[in-house]
Nanobody, 115 residues
């Protein structure tokens, strides 16, 4: 089981920015696709941004053009730059493999967008 530790969340006003970071314990991180997910109470966790080990990215439609995912294989980290944040981006954000399979989930980091 790989462990992922997310950080960087917080309270931000609409239109603001945050940068989330995730550290992975698994050395195989460098060879697999990883992603950022988010979940709001009462809804399923959804994948919002993914990145292959080679740096190819994909985004869920609602975050395209606003969020940017990046990774550093040497440091085993993946980051999510979030710009032009909206209240509907409020959620707990997680990182994990893509697909996560049976890998466990970290505690996530709360992002709240509110004036």
């Amino acid at each position: 089981q790989a462990q992922f530790v997310e950080s960087g969340g917080g309270l931000v006003q609409p239109g603001g920015s945050l940068r989330l970071s995730c550290a992975a314990s698994e050395r195989l991180f460098s060879f697999v696709m990883v992603a950022w997910y988010r979940q709001v109470p009462g809804k399923q966790r959804e994948l919002i941004a993914g990145i292959t080990n080679g740096g190819r990215t994909n985004y869920e439609d609602s975050v395209k053009g606003r969020f940017t995912i990046s990774r550093d294989n040497a440091k085993r980290t993946v980051e999510l730059q979030m710009n032009s944040l909206k209240p509907e981006d409020t959620a707990v954000y997680y990182c994990n493999f893509s697909p996560p399979g049976t890998n466990s989930w970290g505690q996530g980091t709360q992002v709240t967008v509110s004036s």
